[in-house]
Every structure is written in C-alpha cells, then in structure tokens.
C-alpha cells in the first residue's frame, strides 16, 4: 500500500500510537468525537485474507499449516534452556519466531525476533507489528472483570485497588459488547459479570457431561465468550456474521471478520469519519516534550522501511502500543524536564508488571463416544470457559486470587490424537474412531502484580531500528507455584468427577508470557507517588498524555484482558474529549 502523505505541518487533535485493540479503539472513540487524529502504527498493512487463509484445508497447504523449512519457531524447551536474546544459536533458519508463529498463517503477522530482541530473564514475548497488531490473531475470549479484581485488595489486603469500581466501567462494557458485538450465555455470576451478548455457539455432547459434572461441584462451565459477531452488526460494513465454518479453533484470525480485529472492528469505521489519518510503517521511538509547558508537543518516528525519521505534533499523545511497548516508549522519551522518562515520577513505569500463569490442565476421553460418527464441531469461535471458583467464599490456604479453565471438546478440521503413535491405515482408523471423544482444558491464572518484577531498557542491545531494547526482570513467585499445584489437582478432580477417563495431567508450568496477556507496566491510581495515570489513564505528571492499553491495569484478574482494554479505553478517550473541548489538556 502507496503510504497516505501525513501532512506534518498540521498540529493533530489527536497522535495515537499503535493500532491494535487500544489505538483502534482510541481512533474509534476521538475520530466519533469530530477530532482530527493520526494514527502511527510500527508495521505494514497486510493483505490480511491472504495470510489467514481460514477455509484452507491442511492438505491443500504445501506444509500441512507448519512453517517453511527456511524458518523456526522457539519452542518451549528452547525458551526454558536459553536466555534472550533469542537470536543467536538460530542462524540457520531465515527468520525466528516466537512460540506462536510455528504456522503457515501466523509467519507475516508475528514479528522476527531477531530484528526484534530483547534481553534479561525468560520470557515468551509474542509480538504481532502490523495493522491491527496482536487482534488479528487474538483468541477472541472476550471476559469482564469485576469487584471482585477491581477491589481485589479489599478482599485480601494484597496489591492496590483500582481507582474505578464495576459501576464505572460496565456502561463501557455494553458499549464494547454492542459496538463489536459478543457471543455467550448469561450466567448471573458476580466475579464474572454478563455482557449483552449475540446468538450464543453450542456446547457439544463432551462438553455438556463436563458442565453437567461440575454443576454438582457447584462450579461453573458456560459457552466460550467470544468477541464475535453472531448475529451480525448492522453498522459495520466490514465484518460478516459467524457462518460458523472456517477452522476458527486455529486462533490464526477469521477472513470474514466475524471475530473483532482492530482494523476491521474499529480502524475503517473510522477513517469513514474522515477524521483519521493512518500512517502503517511509523515506528515512534519518542514522546516529545514542550520545554515551556512540560506538556507533550508529539512524536519523533521512523519510517520502518525507508529508515528517514519524522516529526509530528498533537495536542494530545496517546500511547498505545500494548503493555510493554508502551512502556518502553515512555522509558525512552527521557528529557531534561523528565529524566527518568516520560511520565515516571513514581518511578513505576515498567513496574508492577502482571500477566496469567498458564500450563496446567488435563485432557480426558468420553468412551462411551468412542467410535461414534463424527460430528461438525469445527467453525465455532471456541469451546468452553470454566469460570474461576478459588478463593470467592472461602480463602485458599495456599494462595490468594484466582484462576479458571479454557477448553474444548469435538471433532475439528485437524483431528485431535494425532500425536499418537502409528501409521497407516490403522492409524488412520484409530484417529476416526476416538477423535470427537475427546475433551481438554487448561488454566490461566492471575500472576500478582509486584514492583520487583518489571522490564527497563538494555543499556547495548538495540533493535533494527537502532532502538534500546527492553531487559527484562520478571519471574512467578510463590504464590503462582502454590497455585499452579491447585491447578492440577482441581483439573483432574473435576474431569474424572464428570466420569471422563484421564488421558493425561499437565503440571508442566509454560514460560513467563506464554498467556500473552502482560499488563500492569503504567498502573492506575490516585496517588501520583505509587501509580503512573489515573482512572482515566491520563498521566498524572503530563496531562496531555494518556496510555489506554493494558498497560494501566492494577491487578491481572484471571480473566483475559482485552474487552477490558477497549471498555476502558472508550471511557478515557469520552473524557479525554470532553477536558479537549474545555481546554483544559
Ligand atoms: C494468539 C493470541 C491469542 C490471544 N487470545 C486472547 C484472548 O482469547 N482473549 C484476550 O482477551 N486476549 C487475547 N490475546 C491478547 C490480545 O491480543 C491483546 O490483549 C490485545 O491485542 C492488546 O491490544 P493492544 O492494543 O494493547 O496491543 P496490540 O494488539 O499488540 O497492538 C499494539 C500495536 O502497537 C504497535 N506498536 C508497537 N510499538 C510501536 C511503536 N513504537 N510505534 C508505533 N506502533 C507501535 C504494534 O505494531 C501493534 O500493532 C491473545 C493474543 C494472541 C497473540
Ligand atoms: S467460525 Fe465464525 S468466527 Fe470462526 S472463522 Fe468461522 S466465521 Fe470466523
């Protein structure tokens, strides 16, 4: 794509850097406000159909979906054995890609981790530069907090509150929900609020004897939220409703676009406004500042093809360019008024960073489906959603917070099992007979926000575009271990009480990032001394920047963030809007 000419003699309303769920939904929200905006995302636009392929069969892939031999995804040996810098030891293969890029689908969407290291403790860092970035290929769990996270510490003296409560935040919810629209069944749950949800997707037969099962337990099993439209959304012209079809359990996008991404979802919508102008292979590498106000003046980027750098400025700065980047980009806009980087009096910024311990969980069969015909279970936008049931009445002895199970069960575009051993026709014959019968699951659980753990910048290593790299200085502590055990246990306790035979227990515990859900590294609150923004993700030290991703995140939840995100996004960008018109940034 031609790159639109940005006209940088032009003071923009708005400077939103990154495209993904936060910048899209920040262009979304100010462009509907009547503000002029430009958008600086870091990667190119792709041709994003041709890469997600989702009616593709594995036979008609020249590698059945894996990745060209000339390429190598890091697996989790080789995250556990080295130390990044990934990079060196991979000279072979023409490109390195983190854990997620090991698929035909994903290689142009995730970037190279050579051109993009990073440095300090392990680290499982999964990076989608490009239009849309990591909504293109996200997961589409679409889950709402609640008081149960945003006062979490009220429950047990842990960490902060949130400086906003549920009541707060769930008109934003409902906005998100009718805005991009989401799948799922009301359960009337506190800790996990219902949204305003579309046709919800089926539970098969597995699934419905695991949610049976759990009834009794007094635990909860409901349909997969997803942030897909089943229904369809009569304003938006760029995505279809769910046919149902496609192999969605893939996770490497949905080329109707019936599952959100941001370009879809949020970025064409706006740029009919005429109020936005999107500049692709824009990498921000600072924040400029005003000498005179100490207010930001814009941003100084680079062209990440052409290498030449550019100026642009905006009344306003939005930085949102996911957790980490983000808080790299504040760290690197160091000046004479702001020494320690922008934004970072408290000396927070980078700190208190969170995510989800994932890896434990159990994979079970249904035998009494054993060699039964098989069923259509592929083009659903996911299984099921075990719901969080740890430490709600009752306190854990062992840990504190919480944790619930993501999974599945049925027969889908590649069969399950095919990892067992055989060949031939009678393993063909195998796999027929037992794919549909079995049923898997896996925890995500909250990792606790610690100052100790946090990212700064490498003081050598740089990326290819001649930017310090961020070191990282993050591990699970014992509360995550204490409860990675539970995990196990309660897996297996549940799946064998549903009457499934084991298959297998995981207690393996994935490497730090693996959930790809970092946040925490700007966190909100009301006191400037020990939070970086606001409650309306607006830094308390330059009024005129905000930081709308999941950067501003007190706690992790155990729920995945990203309607978060957007529902707090939307509720700043209204406000932010609002001080504009009264000239009060
Ligand atoms: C495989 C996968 C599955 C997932 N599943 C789920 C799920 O089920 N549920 C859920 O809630 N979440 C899920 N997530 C996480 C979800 O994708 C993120 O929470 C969400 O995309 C975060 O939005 P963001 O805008 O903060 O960051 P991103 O979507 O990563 O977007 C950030 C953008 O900023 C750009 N950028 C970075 N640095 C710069 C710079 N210096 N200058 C300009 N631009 C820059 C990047 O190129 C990128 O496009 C999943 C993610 C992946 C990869
Ligand atoms: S099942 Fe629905 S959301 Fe999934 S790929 Fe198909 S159309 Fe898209």
């Known amino acids: 794509m031609a790159q639109p000419e940005v006209d940088l003699t032009k003071k923009y309303d708005a400077v939103i850097i990154g495209s993904g769920a936060a910048g899209g939904m920040a262009a979304h929200v100010l462009t509907t406000h009547g503000l002029q905006v430009l958008l600086l995302e870091a990667g190119k636009k792709l041709d994003i159909e041709k890469e997600l392929r989702s009616m593709q069969w594995p036979y008609d892939n020249a590698h059945r979906g894996a990745l060209p031999p000339d390429s190598h995804s890091l697996s989790f040996n080789e995250y556990t054995i080295r130390r990044p810098p990934y990079g060196p030891g991979f000279e072979k293969s023409k490109n390195l890609y983190s854990y997620i890029g090991n698929s035909d689908y994903m290689k142009n969407i995730v970037v190279n981790e050579r051109e993009n290291p990073f440095t300090g ?7 989608a530069r490009c239009l849309g970035g990591k909504t293109n290929i996200w997961g589409r769990l679409a889950l709402r907090l609640s008081d149960y996270d945003f006062k979490a510490k009220d429950r047990d003296g842990y960490g902060e509150n949130w400086p906003i409560s549920y009541s707060d935040i769930a008109p934003y919810y409902d906005k998100v929900d009718l805005y991009l629209g989401i799948t ?23 699934e419905v004897t695991l949610q049976q099962g759990l009834k009794k337990m007094g635990r909860v099993l409901t349909q ?18 769910c046919y149902g079809r496609g192999a969605c359990e893939r996770k490497g996008g949905c080329d109707i ?43 100084h980027f680079t062209d990440s093809q052409t290498m030449k750098d550019y100026t642009v400025r905006g009344k306003v700065v939005i930085v949102a360019a996911s957790t980490l980047e983000s808080a790299r980009l504040l760290l690197l806009s160091k000046s004479r008024l702001y020494p320690n980087g922008l934004a970072n009096s408290s000396g927070h910024v980078g700190h208190n960073f969170c995510e989800h311990v994932m890896g434990p969980g159990v994979a079970g069969q249904a035998r009494d489906l054993v060699g039964k015909p098989s069923t259509l279970d592929d083009g659903r936008p996911g299984g099921f959603y075990l719901a969080r049931f740890r430490n709600l009445k009752e306190k854990h002895p062992n840990f504190i917070r919480g944790y619930g ?4 069960s049925g027969s889908s575009m590649f069969p399950a099992g095919t990892d067992q051993p055989g060949f031939g026709a009678s393993f063909k014959e195998e796999i027929r007979k037992n794919q549909g019968s079995y ?47 539970d995990m196990k246990e309660t897996a297996q306790e549940m799946v ?46 330059v009024k005129n920047l905000f930081v709308v991703d999941g950067s501003a995140f007190v706690n992790a939840s ?20 609002d001080q504009l018109a009264k000239n009060e940034l």
């Open 558 to 577: 155990c729920q995945n963030p990203t309607w978060t995100i957007m529902a707090l996004c939307w509720r700043s960008c209204d406000y932010l809007a």
């Open 121 to 127: 403790t392990n680290y499982a860092w999964v990076r």
């Open 257 to 299: 676009h019936a599952a959100f991404d941001s370009p879809t979802g949020l970025i064409y919508p706006a740029m009919d406004t005429g109020n936005l102008t999107l500049r692709t292979n824009s990498t921000v590498r600072e924040i400029t500042v005003d000498p005179a106000t100490g207010k930001a003046s814009g941003v």
């Open 439 to 485: 049923i898997g699951m896996g925890a995500f659980g909250e990792v606790l926000a610690r100052y100790e753990n946090y990212v700064d910048l490498d003081p050598v290593v740089k990326d290819k575009w001649g930017v310090p790299a961020l070191r990282f200085h993050y591990k699970f502590g014992e509360n995550e271990h204490n409860m990675v055990k």
């Open 496 to 541: 064998e009480a549903a009457g499934f035979k084991i298959i297998y227990v995981n207690d393996r515990v994935l490497t730090e990032g693996w959930s790809i859900h970092e946040l925490g590294t700007a966190r909100m609150g009301n006191d400037p001394k020990t939070s970086v923004l606001n409650q309306f993700q607006q830094s308390h030290d």
């Open 405 to 408: 199970f993501e999974g599945g």
């Open 224 to 241: 997969y939220r997803a942030g897909v439209t089943t229904d369809g959304l009569k304003h938006n012209k760029y995505r279809s409703r």
């Open 184 to 206: 799922g069944v009301k359960e009337n749950l506190p800790y996990l609020p219902d949204s305003l949800f579309q046709r919800p997707t089926k539970l098969n037969c597995a």
